[in-house]
């Protein structure tokens, strides 16, 4: 994780079909900083965020990560940031174990076995992801939060289908990122209620 991060957005304008999404969007994002995208459904709030990973480009704007310029070169910014999306993302077909060790093949045992302590899926180790409720399968894709070592998180509805327990254990682990330094993007229409978050608002 870099010591110093910033993420600057500058006079951004994102289009879908023939509907402008944004335009003239500014924003500079802190390392230790929590940004939360609001928005009604079909605002782009996905949009924005997808936009930032570089999986869909804007008509205009620029981005900067740490001074460069990502909207140029998507590779600067790739191998710092983690984007998750609606989708769990896991492979259903595996077991829990097996789809942390896909994600992250060098993480030591005890690494893993630490992980799935802290998002309470010990019991469930052996299990196919196909066999868990929806709410453990979605700790599941979570999981890549506690092994990521990248700086600039990119979360699209990250507390969906999870209990009281699980939004917990999120806002916990948000937490410990921006503490040491990580910078978070997400878009929600959870309250944040133990994370100090700034409301970027798409009307």
């Given at each position: 994780m870099q010591s110093s991060a910033s993420l600057t957005i500058s006079d951004l304008w994102i289009e879908r079909g023939e509907r402008d999404l944004c335009k003239g969007l500014s924003l500079s994002i802190q390392s230790g900083e929590v940004v939360r995208i609001l928005g009604e459904n079909g605002a782009g709030k996905s949009s924005l965020l997808k936009v930032i990973a570089g999986i869909l480009s804007p008509l205009e704007g620029q981005i900067l990560y740490s001074g460069e310029d990502v909207t140029l070169d998507r590779s600067?910014?790739?191998h710092d940031a983690i984007y998750l999306g609606h989708s769990a993302g896991v492979k259903s077909l595996l077991t829990v174990a097996e789809n942390l060790h896909w994600y992250c093949p060098d993480a030591p045992s005890s690494v893993l076995y630490s992980v799935l302590t802290q998002l309470d899926l010990v019991d469930q180790v052996d299990v196919l992801v196909k066999a868990l409720s929806v709410g453990q399968a979605?700790?599941?894709?979570l999981a890549r939060l506690w092994l990521s070592k990248k700086t600039l998180w990119?979360?699209?509805e990250p507390f969906v289908s999870l209990d009281a327990r699980g939004v917990a254990l999120l806002?916990?682990?948000i937490q410990q990122h921006v503490?040491?330094?990580?910078l978070v993007v997400l878009s929600t229409h959870q309250?944040?209620?133990s994370i100090a978050s700034r409301d970027v608002a798409l009307l």
């Open positions: 600067l910014l790739q979605r700790r599941v894709a990119l979360l699209d806002e916990g682990r503490l040491s330094g990580g309250e944040l209620l």
